[in-house]
T-cell receptor
Framework: GAVVSQHPSRVICKSGTSVKIECRSL??????MFWYRQFPKQSLMLMAT?????????EQGVEKDKFLINHASLTLSTLTVTSAHPEDSSFYIC?????????????FGDGTRLSIL | DAKTTQPTSMDCAEGRAANLPCNHS???????VYWYRQIHSQGPQYIIH???NNETNEMASLIITEDRKSSTLILPHATLRDTAVYYC?????????????FGGGTRLMVKP
């Protein structure tokens, strides 16, 4: 089945550091990928929709200058958390769906747990 | 996308069938029902989806009522590894840009 790989799985870093998270679709092409954030004991919240070759679409309340998204190819999207602070500590998850639309399910990466000290 | 309602939590004995209900009374004719689950500290895992017919795969069965206002996910023989949060999501399947919107889900606890 379709596999989405996310890297790194865990990051611990100092406040003010910028952190890049990669999301790859391993065996399919994805024109659109999605980035979610999940705080403890809460559900997943969509942050942004990443579109290959164009600007990402951000959800209300998500700062686009803080969460930089680049979708340079049909198999790779990156999320960079710039100048991260402790309140940015969370579980970040990406997902992708195969090209062609229709009712194909989205597939999710295993998430990146970000801890800012 | 239509809103879904699920019980907050459920228990199930190991080896027994787990039946997880979902209410989606405002579902539209072109919206599919998707089920995902999330095991602790992992990304969501796709389970099954359907439009109006019942569906079955190697993981589960999906029973959708005739009026499509509710559905039930059935894990025929629950194991301890099925302990997870199960999300029922309805979504229009017309293009690749439609994201999934997650509600609170049902926390299923499978007990020995």
């Amino acid at each position: 089945g379709a596999v989405v790989s996310q890297h790194p799985s865990r990051v611990i870093c100092k406040s003010g550091t910028s952190v890049k998270i990669e999301c790859r679709s391993l065996d399919f092409q994805a024109t659109t990928m999605f980035w979610y954030r999940q705080f403890p004991k809460q559900s997943l919240m969509l942050m942004a929709t990443s579109n290959e070759g164009s600007k990402a679409t951000y959800e209300q309340g998500v700062e686009k200058d803080k969460f930089l998204i680049n979708h340079a190819s049909l198999t790779l999207s990156t999320l960079t958390v710039t100048s991260a602070h402790p309140e940015d500590s969370s579980f970040y998850i990406c997902s992708a769906r195969e090209r062609g639309g229709g009712n194909q399910p989205q597939h999710f990466g295993d998430g990146t747990r970000l801890s800012i000290l | 996308d239509a809103k879904t309602t699920q019980p907050t939590s459920m228990d199930c004995a190991e080896g027994r069938a787990a039946n997880l209900p979902c209410n989606h009374s405002t579902i539209s004719g072109n919206e599919y029902v998707y089920w995902y689950r999330q095991i602790h500290s992992q990304g969501p895992q796709y389970i099954i989806h359907g439009l109006k017919n019942n569906e079955t795969n190697e993981m589960a069965s999906l029973i959708i009522t005739e009026d499509r206002k509710s559905s039930t996910l059935i894990l025929p023989h629950a194991t301890l590894r099925d302990t997870a949060v199960y999300y029922c999501i309805v979504r229009v399947a017309n293009n690749a840009g439609n994201m999934l919107t997650f509600g609170g889900g049902t926390r299923l606890m499978v007990k020995p």
